[in-house]
């Protein structure tokens, strides 16, 4: 029995309009870079072939900043996606984690989530800017090589003016155009995020496989339950114990009613006889 998608999941995982956008503008962003070059070798090869130095480091500064932004908003997502999952099983037991009083932990267990995803957000910020900043002066640097190796060109080569300007604005659009292309990679790196844990979840093994056909067969099913000092205690609050040392006995025929307070454990018995959990 696979685990069905929760809503935070698919509020952590859904490809967003935004990011179909980025796919789109980043294979613009290519077409740009690809016709600029071909553009600028076709006007002036000579000057080309000096301004490609120019194109390593707006590459590595753009990838770094790429790896950089793709980590954080993993982290980012991942976070949310715990904050949501607290808020999700709070409310639907909501009354028994207030017969526990945990409102307070639970509270502080969504703040904390929420802390780690403003932290990332902040180094978000932080690297975008420190990659931008490197990306630009790359690109200013490139401009004034270009000046320089252009006026060269026109003394020495025949070159015009307007070739140099022509293969200098090529140039630095695709190269523009490819360190832009950076930030749309994330989208990527969001969707291959999103598919990962949505397959994840379809293919999750779960510790109790509904439809495995091993096991124990047993000759003489006599009908009676027993549990015999079982401890147990949910997965999502695994330090909270349900049962501590818990016994009762169920003859055959035997008409029983467990009574209780909220929270005592009265459905987590059947959950356990019908073994949707283990003990």
């Keep these: 029995m696979h685990k069905m998608l929760s809503p935070e999941t698919y509020g952590s995982t859904h490809f967003s309009f935004d990011a179909l956008m980025k796919v789109g503008k980043f294979l613009q962003l290519v077409s740009t870079f690809l016709g600029g070059f071909i553009i600028a070798f076709t006007r002036g090869w000579l000057l080309s072939l ?31 996606a715990e904050a949501g999952k607290v808020v999700e099983q709070t409310i639907g037991s909501i009354r028994t ?3 526990f009083t945990g409102e307070k932990r639970a509270i502080d267990k969504y703040q904390e989530f929420l802390k780690i995803s403003y932290r990332s957000a902040v180094h978000q910020g932080t ?44 140039i ?16 990527f790196a969001s969707g291959q995020i999103a598919a990962h844990k949505m397959f994840a979840t379809i293919y999750r093994k779960p510790e109790i496989d509904a439809s495995d056909k091993g096991g124990l067969i ?11 000092d079982v401890s147990f205690s949910y997965p999502a609050r695994p330090e909270q114990l349900i049962f501590n040392g818990f016994s ?28 949707f959990y283990d003990p």
């Excluded at 630095?172 to 989208?187: E, H, K, N, R, Y």
């Excluded at 047993?218 to 009908?223: I, K, Q, S, T, V």
């Excluded at 035997?254 to 454990?265: D, M």
Aim: charged share 10%; net charge neutral; proline share 3%.
């Design 50 to 80: 000096v301004m490609l130095s120019s194109i390593p480091p707006v590459v590595a500064s753009a990838a770094v900043m790429s790896l950089v932004l793709s980590k954080l908003s993993n982290r980012s997502q991942m976070a949310y």
């Design 218 to 228: 047993l000759d003489n099913f006599a009908g009676d339950v027993e549990l015999k």
């Design 172 to 187: 630095m659009t695709g190269a523009m155009a490819l360190g832009q292309s950076s930030p749309c990679l994330t989208a």
């Design 248 to 275: 009762i006995s169920i003859p055959t025929g035997t008409t029983v009613a467990l009574v209780g307070e909220s929270g005592s454990g009265k459905s987590t018995v059947i959950s356990l006889v019908e073994r």
């Design 127 to 170: 690297a975008g800017g420190l990659g931008v900043g490197s990306l630009l002066l790359i690109v200013f640097c490139s401009y004034g090589l270009a000046v320089w190796y252009g006026a060269r060109l026109i003394i020495e080569k025949g070159y015009t003016g307007g070739y140099i300007i022509n293969v200098l604005m090529a």
């Design 97 to 99: 984690v207030v017969s």
